[in-house]
């Protein structure tokens, strides 16, 4: 049994004899230790227990916390310290909770790998069962199997202030083949963009982190690292302190190990916030979770649309066993359309690049962040600034933002996307109201890859066709949760992914519960 500043010690070890990972752009020890001290104090009195006391927790880098740096893994931001706290960040501390650190990501959350960060990328956890990096020895019960992780639950934290480490190894032995290394120096990607929230939970180094989610950035790193990923509705949770990718797409995502931990952190921070105008004013009905929540009655659809070109064998056939699954337990499982979402990437890329290429224009070396030193005009100062302080992906998605948005482009591709965006939206109300209850799909086209695969790979499609799957459920703001479902025959995690009607999270965690 462990008091709060014991697994808080814990975590940080945990932390630092995975470094080699790169989870973390910024570990706050410190803050991390007092959070922990006041944990152990509220749990010694008389007042009662706070729903996230004392549980280790991890922020992406593009949510702002008070007094320590957030730098979403990019130049521009390197020594950006904000004066507050994002409401996500606060919410956890008002609930309790010990902020361990700051994750890695994709520089301003442009990805789907976590490989385009300003300090180098992140690896994925379960790439410690192939291979140690290291010369000392790494345990491996860091990546913990469906059923072992519900040991280290929060649920579990909060009843016992416990971490497990009885975790059984899981042996190369038990997968018939494992992923095609090309030398000593080759990994597997974590996915993203935000990989190291999604490697610092399956590494048990925290119980819950937050990522964001965009096009799929919760959910993909999620089905890669075998934890679950979750994206709410939009509006229910506020992006007050969450640095912009794509205003009207972003939400704030919950990663754990499991869907009970990933309700109870969304009972914390779930809400209307005044200083976010998305968020809804209607008031949050906590999630109640029965164990004994039954299939039946309840209508689940397949989507014809989600068989995309390039999807694993193995990916199809676990979901195909898992709608069977859904079927024999009493479920009415049936074929659905939703006809515009092949047009779905394009029109986010679109989208998306219009939004950055707005948002970015406040980092021009005077206000925020990074500032050239090139003082010969005020252009040239904005372009080094911009030029020193953005990768190339997100100084590609500016420009392609600047050129659809000019006067004789906007209405052809602007116009146009948001036009095709409401289809989308469209497509999934209409199914909705003919009385399906949730979505079944894939997450992910296949197992995590190997790094040496996934940069060989054109950068619009690890970017882009990496979400197929998640993305329309951020156009239509829809809530969409990843659970792992299988092992690979290479013996990696495979997440599959139930998407919900609008604010009806209680439905879609219910059947994400049942299934996990
Ligand atoms: N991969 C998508 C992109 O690069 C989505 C990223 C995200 O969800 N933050 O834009």
Not at 108 to 128: C, E, Y
Not at 218 to 230: K, M, Q
Not at 410 to 420: D, G, N, S, W
Request: charged content about 20%; glycine content about 8%.
């Amino acid at each position: 049994r462990l008091s709060p500043k014991e697994l808080c010690e814990r975590c940080l070890r945990r932390s630092q004899s995975l470094s080699e990972l790169n989870i973390f752009i910024t570990l706050t020890e410190e803050t991390a230790r007092s959070q922990a001290a006041k944990a152990v104090n509220r749990l010694k009195g008389e007042n009662p227990v706070l729903n996230l006391d004392g549980i280790p927790v991890a922020f992406k880098d593009n949510f702002c916390t008070a007094g320590t740096r957030t730098t979403c893994a990019s130049n521009m931001l390197r020594n950006f310290v904000p004066p507050y706290n994002a409401t996500m960040v606060q919410k956890v501390l008002d609930s309790g909770a010990v902020i361990v650190g700051k994750t890695n990501m994709d520089e301003f959350a442009m990805g789907s790998g976590s490989i385009d960060s300003v300090v180098g990328p992140v690896k994925n956890p379960w790439t410690l069962l192939f291979r140690n990096f290291s010369k000392k020895p790494v345990s491996h019960d860091v990546c913990c199997r469906q059923k072992t992780v519900k040991k280290d639950s929060i649920a579990h934290g909060i009843r016992k202030h416990n971490i497990h480490t009885d975790v059984p190894e899981l042996g190369k032995s038990e997968a018939s083949s494992s992923p095609t290394f090309v030398d000593n120096s080759d990994w597997l990607v974590t996915g993203g963009s935000s990989g190291g929230s999604a490697a610092a939970v399956a590494s048990g180094t925290v119980l819950a982190a937050f990522g964001s989610d965009t096009g799929g950035s919760t959910r993909n790193p999620a089905s890669y690292c075998g934890v679950v990923g979750f994206k709410p509705t939009y509006g229910l949770l506020s992006r007050h302190g969450l640095i912009p990718l794509v205003n009207s797409m972003d939400v704030p995502g919950i990663l754990t190990k499991t869907v009970s931990d990933a309700a109870l952190v969304l009972n914390s921070v779930a809400g209307h916030d005044w200083r976010d105008s998305t968020t809804v004013t209607d008031s949050f009905k906590p999630v109640v979770l029965d164990k004994n929540f039954s299939l039946h009655g309840l209508h689940v659809g397949i989507p014809k649309e989600y068989h995309a070109p390039g999807t694993s064998p193995v990916v199809l056939d676990v979901w195909r066993q898992a709608a069977d699954l859904l079927e024999r337990e009493g479920a009415k499982v049936s074929q659905v359309s939703l006809p515009h979402t092949q047009h779905s990437i394009m029109c986010y890329h679109v989208l998306c690049c219009c939004e950055v290429a707005s948002n970015m224009a406040r980092y021009d070396g005077i206000e925020f962040g990074h500032r050239a030193n090139q003082e010969s005009s005020t252009e040239g100062l904005f372009a080094a600034t911009r030029h020193e302080g953005f990768n190339d992906v997100v100084r590609g998605r500016i420009l392609a933002g600047n050129f659809f948005l000019l006067r004789r482009n906007y209405e052809r591709y602007f116009l146009k996307a948001q036009k095709v965006r409401r289809l989308i939206y469209n497509d999934f109300q209409q199914i909705f109201s003919e009385g399906v209850d949730v979505l079944l799909t894939p997450t992910t086209l296949s197992d995590a890859p190997t790094y040496s695969w996934f940069t060989q790979q054109d950068s619009r499609l690890r970017s882009e066709q990496q979400d197929v799957f998640t993305q329309p459920a951020n156009m239509a703001g829809v809530p969409a949760i990843t659970v792992p479902a299988a092992l690979s025959p290479r013996g990696l995690p495979i997440g599959l992914q139930f998407i919900g009607q609008n604010f009806q999270e209680q439905k879609l965690l219910s059947v994400a519960h049942w299934f996990e």
